[in-house]
C-alpha cells in the first residue's frame, strides 16, 4: 500500500540503510547528508544525481544498481512495494 507525503527514507530497503549505516563511522559527514537527503523527499525522482551518486559510492557492489533501468527507476534502493 503506498502513502502518500511518505518520504524515501521509509521506502528505502532496510539492508541498504544497514549498509549506509555501516560506513556511518568512518564517514560520518556523508552518511549524515545522505540521511538527511533521503529525509527530504518523497520519491526517487527527486534525489539529484550528486545524491544518487553519492548513495551508490558508500554501497557495497553487490547494492548498486543493476543496469540503466535500476538506475533510473531506483529499483536496487526501494523496497519491492514502491518499485515502479
Known sequence: MKMNNMKLINKVKPEVLNALKKSRI?????YSVIITGLSE???????TI???DQIILFLPKDLRPNGRTDFY???YLLQKEYQV
Do not use: M
Not at 568512518?26 to 556523508?30: D, L, P, Q
Open 26 to 30: 568512518k564517514y560520518s559527514t556523508s
Open 41 to 47: 523527499v518523497e520519491n526517487y525522482r527527486d534525489l
Open 50 to 52: 550528486k545524491a544518487i
Open 73 to 75: 527507476y531506483g529499483d
